[in-house]
């Protein structure tokens, strides 16, 4: 029945909606959870990420950035979309807490066909608390997006 249900909410889906409304769907990497997206335009949107980190044990990771699209940087049959934002993170673990500023880029696949995205990011991370430190984050994704 479930599948079922899928089925038809994909074959009902607008063809080019990936690049409006609101997505939401997985991350794997570090960190790996949850992940969403809202556009705000045809090439800005937000992204926003609560996570779990494997890298640092009972890490909670929370991320917001405001992204830009380039839909025309990559000349090809299929839809692939570089982007790159800025945003923030907040991490609540059980020996610290930081907050940092994330530098995010990537790039997306956007089938025809169906109303989902699949994305390649790593971002850069400059922590600012508890003390200032380098680290990344990266992952592979995918993303529904509903009308």
């Not at 020996?95 to 995010?104: D, Q």
Request: no cysteine; aromatic share 12%; charged share 15%.
């Amino acid at each position: 029945m479930l599948t079922l249900f899928v089925v038809s909410i994909l074959a009902s889906a607008s063809a080019r909606s990936q690049d409006r409304g609101f997505g939401l769907g997985l991350i794997l990497g570090d960190p790996t959870g949850l992940s969403a997206k809202a556009w705000l335009s045809p090439a800005n949107a937000v992204d926003i990420g609560m996570a779990w980190s494997f890298r640092s044990k009972g890490f909670l990771h929370i991320h917001g950035d405001y992204l830009w699209h380039f839909t025309r940087a990559i000349q090809s049959q299929e839809r692939f979309v570089l982007y790159t934002g800025i945003g923030g993170r907040l991490g609540v673990g059980e020996a610290k807490s930081r907050l940092g500023i994330r530098v995010a880029g990537g790039i997306a696949w956007w089938p025809r066909d169906v109303p989902l995205d699949v994305f390649l990011e790593i971002a850069p991370i400059l922590d600012l608390t508890p003390a200032t430190e380098l680290s990344a984050n990266g992952g592979i994704g995918a993303r529904f997006y509903f009308r």
